[in-house]
């Protein structure tokens, strides 16, 4: 009950193109889901966020798709620089705010 | 002015030995934690303390005790260290869970644990 699942692994994806990374969880109590950016050698950071009473949110090129219904959510990277090469964490965390789970993480690769 | 900072970078020990990892926000955030990522990039939560006080203590070893000593620092003291502790371990901090800022987490840069 307490996993988010994330896919897929690793991605590759040449420069210009959509990256997408998806994740699923079963816990109802989760009530805010953040995607992290961890680059080699450094803590992951806060991307972007949203609360399921919205189905969508955009901040530049990154968009989050929320399905309330499937407790489905997703990263869209729209134009994929090779800057954007990074590991992706999809996350929730139930209204406490305290105890954020974690998907497996996806490894982003984009192509010059 | 690092928000989350945490030292060493880079720890290489010998099994059985005894290390500590420091903590430090600048962040005036009252949670504080720590996360072990594996081999596989998985992270996973350790331990959280609020003000100073524990909040989540994850199945974790009794091996690892974390301190507190004021709602800045959050250490990490490892006793008897095996090779399956070889991880990177994040500190990383937030505001009160109670707001907004509660759910963003500030992590600090890591530090590489391997244990020979």
């Known amino acids: 009950q307490q996993q988010v699942k994330q896919s897929p692994q690793s991605l590759i994806v040449q420069k210009g193109g959509i990256s997408i990374i998806n994740c699923a969880y079963e816990?109802?109590?989760?009530?805010?889901f953040p995607w992290y950016q961890q680059f080699p050698g450094k803590g992951p950071a806060l991307l972007i966020a949203i609360r399921p009473d919205v189905s969508e949110k955009k901040e530049g090129r990154f968009t989050i798709s929320f399905n309330k219904s499937a407790k489905q959510f997703s990263l869209h990277i729209m134009d994929s620089q090779p800057g954007d090469s990074a590991t992706y964490f999809c996350?929730?965390?139930?209204?406490?705010?305290?105890?954020?789970?974690f998907g497996p993480g996806t490894r982003l690769s984009v192509l010059p | 002015d690092t928000a989350v900072s945490q030292t060493p970078k880079y720890l290489v020990t010998q099994m059985g030995n005894d290390k500590s990892i420091k903590c430090e926000q600048n962040l005036g955030h009252d949670t504080m934690y720590w996360y072990k990522q594996d081999s596989k990039k998985f992270l996973k939560i350790m331990f959280s303390?609020?003000?100073?006080?524990?909040?989540i203590n994850e199945t974790v070893p009794n091996r690892f005790s974390p301190k507190s000593p004021d709602k800045a620092h959050l250490n990490l003291h490892i006793n008897s260290l095996e090779l399956g502790d070889s991880a990177v371990y994040f500190c990383?901090?937030?505001?009160?869970?109670?707001?907004?800022?509660?759910?963003?987490?500030?992590f600090g840069s890591g530090t590489q644990l391997s244990v020979l």
């Open positions: 303390y609020n003000n100073k006080e524990l909040i």
């Open positions: 996350a929730a965390t139930p209204n406490d705010g305290q105890n954020f789970v």
């Open positions: 990383a901090s937030s505001q009160d869970f109670t707001g907004e800022e509660g759910e963003k987490l500030f």
């Open positions: 816990n109802t109590a989760f009530d805010y």
